[in-house]
């Protein structure tokens, strides 16, 4: 990288030393833990070590699906390759590649490589970021859902939207009208740990301070997802705040979301009258 910045190689020369340490170490106190339990048997092995880039470059471009779990291996994602190599909106899971690109992947990725590696570890390499991206992105479409029942149930349109304020930008979740003077501003805040509550907490006062700044008779009011049903008072005190208006919880069920999104309508009396 120019300038003096860093690239994934210089990432990986700093950690590489502790990281074989460890590993080491881990395999060391598996055979211990499991002593009892350890079979041996004949396993596929690809042999990293006896290819070339271009055998590399061949075989991820001939056969795509590879790369996710071969990038994984070695330590690298996908803003790795777009930030080193300037290849933009990789999508590591069903990639398109021309030989070119291929070709600057294998060389880029194969002084990450073990020497060999069982074919059934790279599969359990690829399920366990393949099932980690289906659950965040699972995540991701609970905001979507509440964007859809505020448009569901509110006489107005809501839609993401930006405002200035004090010369920064800041992004809402959903707000109305969907332009003009925002009237409306909602955030949607997911909380799933104990010890993210004071951030989250405060990045809801904040940007409310921040809305009420730029628009002082507008209204302001969260939505927030906190599985501890039993600390949802304690959130609420935390929340406690001249700039916001309504704090609602809303879950994963659909219908505790409608119902907690009809909620919050009522309390700003925007709720569509039935006809």
Known sequence: ?????????????????????????????????????????????????????????????????????????????????????????????????????????????????????????????????????????????????ILKALNQQSEHEFKKRKFESENELFELDAACPTDGPI??????????????????CDEIVNKAAKFKTAYPQSRFVAIVYYPFTAEHVNVQHRLESPEIDAVVFASQSQEQLSTAVGLMLDKLDLRRRSQ
């Open 1 to 145: 990288m120019p300038d003096g910045y860093d690239t994934h190689a210089d990432y990986m020369d700093w950690v590489r030393e502790d990281a074989l340490a460890r590993e080491k170490g881990i395999c060391e106190s598996l055979r211990a833990a499991f002593s009892h339990f350890i079979e041996t048997r004949e396993v596929e092995v690809i042999n990293f070590s006896a290819m070339t880039a271009f055998d590399l470059a061949r075989a991820i471009e001939e056969h795509p699906a590879i790369l996710k779990p071969i990038m994984a291996c070695c330590n690298v994602a996908g803003r790795a390759v777009e930030r080193d190599l300037e290849i933009r909106n990789l999508n590591t899971y069903e990639p398109r590649l021309s030989g070119e690109r291929a070709a600057a992947i294998a060389g880029y990725l194969k002084p990450f490589l073990p020497q060999e590696l069982a074919i059934p570890a790279l599969g359990e390499l690829d399920r366990h970021f393949f099932v980690d991206k289906q659950i965040r992105m699972l995540k991701g479409q609970w905001e979507k859902r």
């Open 183 to 200: 009237q409306v501003a909602v955030d949607i805040k997911r909380i799933e740990a104990r010890r993210d509550i004071h951030k989250r």
